[in-house]
T-cell receptor
Framework: NAGVTQTPKFRILKIGQSMTLQCTQD?????MYWYRQDPGMGLKLIYY???????DKGEVPNGYNVSRSTTEDFPLRLELAAPSQTSVYFCAGAPTENTEAFFGQGTRLTVV | GEDVEQSLFLSVREGDSSVINCTYTDSSSTYLYWYKQEPGAGLQLLTY?????DMKQDQRLTVLLNKKDKHLSLRIADTQTGDSAIYFC???????????FGSGTQLTVLP
């Protein structure tokens, strides 16, 4: 099992550009999450999904969109990149609520 | 809303014990977690404690939970240089019981 895989690992975007951060898991997890980590801060929840076809907003959803068409994939979309979205993004999966979350290696995004 | 707080930095000498403290707010959290993040890496689960427990020991790690004060601590015995990392406390909250993280404690182990 590869676990939770994120691509790309690094990306530089210009203001106003769009991109999709990919996240895929092969552990058959129902629950998937997107977090962002800013320097000196904990992880903030952007969006989450409790199963295919179901998504919901987290603490900091503005400027992002997600979809969950399959159990395996949970892409995060930035439509109009802004400097405030410079961060490290982590995707995580968990089999059910209240269980261990498995994290991807992160995507470091810089918006200039 | 839910909030988890930790001190930002801790330095210890190699071989000493480290104690990282955390306070949380959601009294309905069923599990509380400690994650470790090494430079440039994702988060790795170190240990967790169920809310009806006071203490859990796992080799060099001891977790203490005081539910009345909503205080969680992680003790690392015989701290090694390989333990240098950021340690995150997390509680489960919200409709999907998603993790709410503290800001992390940077542990530096000095030789």
């Amino acid at each position: 099992n590869a676990g939770v895989t994120q691509t790309p690992k690094f990306r530089i975007l210009k203001i106003g550009q769009s991109m999709t951060l990919q996240c895929t898991q092969d552990m058959n997890h129902n629950y998937m999450y997107w977090y962002r980590q800013d320097p000196g801060m904990g992880l903030k929840l952007i969006y989450y999904s409790v199963g295919a076809g179901i998504t919901d907003k987290g603490e900091v959803p503005n400027g992002y969109n997600v979809s969950r068409s399959t159990t395996e994939d949970f892409p995060l979309r930035l439509e109009l990149a802004a400097p405030s979205q410079t961060s490290v993004y982590f995707c995580a999966g968990a089999p059910t609520e209240n269980t261990e979350a498995f994290f991807g290696q992160g995507t470091r995004l810089t918006v200039v | 809303g839910e909030d988890v707080e930790q001190s930002l930095f801790l330095s210890v000498r190699e071989g000493d014990s480290s104690v990282i403290n955390c306070t949380y707010t959601d009294s309905s959290s069923t599990y509380l977690y400690w994650y470790k993040q090494e430079p440039g890496a994702g988060l790795q689960l170190l240990t967790y404690i169920f809310s009806n427990m006071d203490m859990k020991q796992d080799q060099r790690l001891t977790v203490l939970l005081n539910k009345k004060d909503k205080h969680l601590s992680l003790r690392i015995a015989d701290t090694q240089t390989g333990d240098s990392a950021i340690y995150f406390c997390a509680e489960t909250s919200g409709s999907a019981r998603q993790l709410t993280f503290g800001s992390g404690t940077q542990l530096t182990v000095l030789p």
